[in-house]
């Protein structure tokens, strides 16, 4: 079974910057596509960024040229660096993992941008 574990949120203020990582287990890991959501109160869960086998990105409107997502197959990790944030970026961010035949969600982290 594949376990996802996000780490690095927090309280930030506006305009201040955020690293998210996700460690996941499993050898699966280097030839998934691995993603960033994000689920605001009231909200519905929502695509941040996505970064495939080979390196290319994919990122919503709302955050391109602030966003990036990158990967470390050697370490299992994905990460989301997050700069110039917004008051709406606050939400609880989830790492998603999918191999084709299965995808699995970390527990999330919360992430608020507040002054």
């Known amino acids: 079974q594949v376990q996802v574990v996000e780490s690095g949120g927090g309280l930030v203020q506006p305009g201040g910057s955020l690293t998210l990582s996700c460690a996941a287990s499993g050898r699966i890991f280097s030839t998934s596509i691995l993603g960033w959501y994000r689920q605001a109160p009231g909200k519905q869960r929502e695509l941040v960024a996505t970064?495939?086998?080979?390196?290319?990105?994919n990122y919503a409107d709302s955050v391109k040229g602030r966003f990036t997502i990158s990967r470390d197959n050697a370490k299992n990790t994905v990460y989301l660096q997050m700069n110039s944030l917004k008051p709406e970026d606050t939400a609880v961010y989830y790492c998603?993992?999918?191999w084709g035949v299965g995808t699995a969600w970390g527990q999330g982290t919360q992430v608020t941008v507040s002054s």
């Open positions: 998603n993992i999918n």
């Open positions: 970064i495939n086998r080979g390196a290319n990105t």
